[in-house]
């Protein structure tokens, strides 16, 4: 082309469970625009030479932890924004959408079908549309039919996020550059996973993902990517999908084909990424595990409160569980609880000197289920300031410190606990609110499992109370024959 393509880039980036009584709101959003936002993308600092001839258009981007519902309100803040940004940029070629697949919006079904329909009535049919995914994300007809390309990561923990939005990019500015609207293909399968169960750590989903390179190197596909789907919504749209781009229809469609019929093939090999058990039988395991200096310290996810996919992070079964254990208590057994979000008893204790007593109710404020706010009757032993959780405390009962958090956050990272105090290395135990353990954790581990704590998104999805889920879906059901129609466009 004679001139510069004009590319806008904006999105909204959040999982949300719908069997969580969390509500979403803007607070919980990290937003950016402007320089800000192009500033996040590697690829345009500097521009890289296939990036460079192309003006990118910010528009807004607005990312969360995962959590439950957006509320309304919130979400037609950010789809205005975004609706108005591009009224305001003018005649683009292209639109970047940098989202996760998986957010809901109280009352409402499939937002981000919603999102990239209203995105078409302003731009038109003529520019493309490329979305970055999570693996976690849901592939609607609405989303599938507004976009040219779609890409998702094809790691699980997810490794590859800045690679996946620079392949969404490139992959975008090489279809404009073409002139050739992508042929696109789409499969549903209905199969509906924790993450939990499809880490790409192990097989069957090493393997399943592994296939991707060589079918995306044949010629006539750009792109080939496997939806894992999202089990904690309870929309008709959530299942695993595979999604095929390409410059040649057939083998576009072939492809999709292919990777569908190898995903719903291996759904009876899907198994949990470590020994699972009930919390109280995770702590039996732990107690006999820490005597063993190979097997410290030893991780606990309690991952049915998992914030890190939408958990209210405030569920109190498996801290209740922990302080019952004598050698936790008397301190025998030198523990950690990572952790709980209040910011009410973070305000009331954490102006205290350290060494100060504590008695403190906490949690319980967003999901109240059993047992509720629970008493702490301990020691204030730090206090910090966490870029993610806000003002945070750590109060020692026994043996065990009880991290307190202002703001929802998942303790993924070493770094978050060595601020409060705790080098994890030196302790026995750790428990954790999250699901497959994330890269530096497990790297820490001496030896893992995960409990299959009650909380917004429970690992055993029968517990669940799905109404509006399609069906069939394996494993709610099992022993029926898949629908696996080639959708294309």
């Known amino acids: 082309?004679?001139?510069?393509?004009?590319?806008?880039?904006?999105?909204?980036?959040?999982?949300?469970?719908?069997?969580?009584?969390h509500l979403s709101t803007a607070d919980d959003f990290d937003v950016t625009r402007g320089d800000s936002l192009l500033a996040r993308y590697g690829w345009l600092s500097p521009a890289?030479?296939?990036?460079?001839?192309?003006e990118w258009i910010p528009l807004v981007h607005a990312r969360a932890l995962p959590g439950g519902a957006v509320a309304p309100d919130t979400y037609d803040a950010w789809h205005a924004e975004i609706l108005d940004g591009l009224t305001a940029a003018g005649p683009l070629d292209g639109v970047l959408l940098d989202i996760h697949g998986a957010m809901s919006v109280a009352g409402r079904d499939d937002a981000e079908g919603d999102l990239v329909t209203a995105i078409r009535s302003v731009i038109g049919p003529e520019p493309f549309v490329s979305a970055a995914?999570?693996?976690?994300?849901?592939?609607?007809?609405?989303?599938?039919?507004?976009?040219?390309?779609?890409?998702?990561?094809?790691?699980?923990?997810?490794?590859?996020?800045?690679?996946?939005?620079?392949?969404?990019?490139?992959?975008?500015?090489?279809?404009?550059?073409?002139g050739q609207r992508p042929h696109r293909a789409l499969v549903h399968?209905?199969?509906?996973?924790?993450?939990?169960?499809?880490?790409?750590?192990?097989?069957?989903?090493?393997?399943?993902?592994?296939?991707?390179?060589?079918?995306?190197?044949?010629?006539?596909?750009?792109d080939a990517a496997i939806w894992i789907g999202f089990a904690w919504s309870d929309e008709p749209r959530c299942s695993g999908a595979v999604v095929a781009t390409g410059t040649d229809a057939a083998v576009t469609a072939e492809a999709a084909r292919e990777l569908a019929e190898h995903?719903?093939?291996?759904?009876?090999?899907?198994?949990?990424?470590?020994?699972?058990?009930?919390?109280?039988?995770?702590?039996?395991?732990?107690?006999?595990?820490?005597k063993d200096p190979a097997r410290r310290p030893f991780f606990i996810s309690d991952s049915g409160d998992n914030p890190g996919a939408g958990g209210a992070d405030d569920v109190t079964f498996a801290l209740e569980r922990t302080l019952a254990r004598p050698?936790?208590?008397?301190?025998?057994?030198?523990?950690?609880?990572?952790?709980?979000?209040?910011?009410?008893?973070?305000?009331?204790?954490?102006?205290?000197?350290?060494?100060s007593p504590v008695s403190v109710r906490v949690g319980g404020r967003i999901d109240s289920r059993d047992p509720g706010p629970l008493p702490l009757e301990g020691v204030l032993e730090a206090v910090a300031d966490d870029p993610d959780g806000g003002r945070c405390v750590s109060v020692r009962v026994g043996g065990l410190s009880v991290f307190v958090t202002s703001r929802r956050m998942?303790?993924?990272?070493?770094?978050?606990?060595?601020?409060?105090?705790v080098t994890v290395s030196t302790v026995d135990l750790v428990v954790v609110k999250i699901g497959y353990l994330e890269p530096e954790l497990f790297d820490a581990a001496g030896d893992w499992l995960l409990a299959l704590t009650p909380g917004g998104v429970d690992?055993?999805?029968?517990?669940?109370?799905?109404?509006?889920?399609?069906?069939?879906?394996?494993?709610?059901?099992?022993?029926?024959?898949?629908?696996?129609?080639?959708v294309t466009r």
Do not use: K
């Open 327 to 355: 050698e936790i208590a008397d301190g025998s057994i030198r523990a950690v609880y990572a952790s709980l979000v209040d910011p009410e008893a973070v305000a009331q204790v954490a102006d205290l000197p350290l060494g």
């Open 48 to 54: 890289e030479p296939w990036a460079a001839d192309v």
């Open 189 to 222: 399968v209905p199969i509906l996973l924790p993450g939990e169960m499809t880490s790409t750590r192990l097989d069957p989903a090493r393997g399943l993902y592994a296939r991707i390179p060589e079918i995306e190197s044949r010629e006539g596909v750009i």
């Open 263 to 290: 995903f719903w093939a291996a759904r009876d090999e899907f198994a949990f990424v470590a020994p699972t058990g009930s919390m109280d039988e995770c702590l039996t395991e732990a107690m006999v595990a820490v």
């Open 410 to 421: 998942q303790y993924r990272e070493l770094a978050s606990y060595t601020r409060l105090g």
């Open 1 to 21: 082309m004679s001139r510069p393509l004009r590319v806008a880039i904006g999105g909204v980036h959040i999982e949300s469970s719908t069997f969580s009584p």
């Open 459 to 486: 690992q055993d999805l029968r517990r669940l109370p799905y109404e509006r889920l399609g069906r069939p879906m394996f494993p709610l059901e099992r022993g029926f024959a898949a629908d696996l129609t080639v």
């Open 133 to 178: 995914m999570d693996l976690h994300g849901n592939v609607s007809h609405a989303l599938f039919d507004g976009c040219d390309l779609l890409t998702c990561y094809r790691t699980a923990p997810h490794v590859d996020v800045w690679e996946t939005r620079e392949r969404a990019a490139r992959n975008l500015v090489d279809a404009l550059r073409r």
